[in-house]
């Protein structure tokens, strides 16, 4: 299994990022994805997740109407689109292999990518 974010960076208060992730490895279209981030001195949350299928996407209550996750099954590409991007958002994200009934201690995920919200 192999998942590479990309997208990070530095954005201002109110801005917005699009997060990608690739996979590869597994039957990508077979599995639920999800974002999850690490906040500085924090552990791992759930942002968001979505099935196989696109449909019945979960996003934590500090996010929602925010951002916006996205698949494309014949690219194996996950999305998360993020806006309206807070001080509080700042921490590295991951694109992890499955939905939210699983650990987070036990997630397969990539290496991440940091995103910075400041002025």
């Known amino acids: 299994v192999q998942l590479v974010e990309s997208g990070g960076g530095w954005v201002q208060p109110g801005g917005s990022l699009r997060l990608s992730c690739a996979a590869s490895?597994?039957?990508?279209?077979?599995?639920?994805m999800s974002w999850v981030r690490q906040a500085p001195g924090k552990g791992l949350e759930w942002v968001s997740a979505?099935?196989?299928?696109?449909?019945?996407?979960y996003y934590a209550e500090s996010v929602k109407g925010r951002f916006a996750i996205s698949r494309d099954n014949a690219k194996n590409m996950l999305y998360l689109q993020m806006d309206s991007l807070k001080s509080e958002d700042t921490a590295v994200y991951y694109c992890?292999?499955?939905?939210?009934?699983?650990?987070?201690?036990?997630?397969?995920r990539g290496q991440g990518t940091q995103v910075t919200v400041s002025s």
């Open positions: 992890a292999l499955g939905g939210t009934s699983q650990a987070l201690d036990d997630i397969t």
């Open positions: 490895g597994f039957t990508f279209d077979e599995y639920a």
């Open positions: 979505i099935n196989w299928n696109g449909r019945d996407p």
